[in-house]
């Protein structure tokens, strides 16, 4: 059974500071993995897919990588902002069409 | 990126009361919709899977006659909470799949308050 983590579930930076999001699974079998963020009360939104067959992802300020060998992730922020202020979720698919399982998150504050 | 509604995005009811919530694909077909529900500060709980034109797939606990869901056409799916109670109030969330890629695009979450 996959089962994904992520460590610390909240996290507080001063504003411009660079971070890294960890991310793991168990099985490294696995189909993709989607980065999502969460504002409170809404729903999600995706910020990067990395597909099994790829190391790493960027758009904008963000980075994510991959290793499916370590099963882990890595979701790098450049220059943090108040606006990036949410809660950031890691999400992994086993296979085609499949469900994704999810971590439990984690809530990142950015202060001015 | 692609567009997932959700509707109504708030909803009130009592106790006894059946309210349904519709999630739509706004640019897309989406032959596999989910549902989520999620409780305060905890992450999303997969509820069940839904297919057009076939059953939907219900997680372990889940019952499915309580938590009817409809896929009748490939942009829309609805969840309707049967005979409601106060331990049924959560946020809903459905999402969709694009294309082979795979990528899970997901609406913006029906908040239910049951009375």
């Known amino acids: 059974k996959q089962e994904v983590t992520q460590i610390p579930a909240a996290l507080s930076v001063p504003e411009g500071e660079n971070l890294v999001l960890n991310c793991s699974f168990t099985?490294?079998?696995?189909?993709?993995l989607q980065w999502f963020r969460q504002d409170p009360g809404k729903g999600l939104t995706s910020l990067l897919l990395?597909?099994?067959?790829?190391r790493e992802q960027t758009s904008g300020r963000l980075n994510a990588s991959l290793d499916k060998s370590s099963g882990r992730s890595t979701l790098y922020i450049a220059a943090s902002q108040p606006g990036d202020s949410a809660t950031y979720l890691c999400?992994?698919?086993?296979?085609?069409?499949?469900?994704?399982?999810f971590g439990k998150g984690i809530t990142l504050s950015v202060r001015p | 990126g692609a567009v997932v509604s959700q509707h109504p995005s708030r909803v009130i009811c009592k106790s006894g009361t059946s309210v349904k919530i519709e999630c739509r694909s706004l640019?897309?077909?989406?032959?596999?919709m989910f549902w989520y529900r999620q409780f305060p500060k905890q992450s999303l709980m997969l509820m069940a899977t839904?297919?057009?034109?076939?059953?939907?797939?219900?997680e372990q606990g889940v019952e499915k006659d309580k938590f009817l869901i409809n896929h009748a056409s490939l942009t829309l799916s609805t969840l309707t909470v049967t005979s409601a109670h106060p331990e049924d109030s959560s946020f809903y969330i459905c999402?969709?799949?694009?294309?082979?890629?795979?990528?899970?695009?997901f609406g913006p979450g029906t908040r239910l308050t049951v009375t």
């Open positions: 099985d490294s079998a696995i189909y993709n």
């Open positions: 999402s969709a799949n694009l294309g082979t890629s795979y990528e899970q695009y």
């Open positions: 999400a992994v698919r086993t296979g085609a069409n499949s469900k994704l399982t």
């Open positions: 990395i597909q099994s067959s790829q």
């Open positions: 640019d897309f077909q989406a032959t596999t």
């Open positions: 839904s297919n057009e034109g076939s059953k939907a797939t219900y």
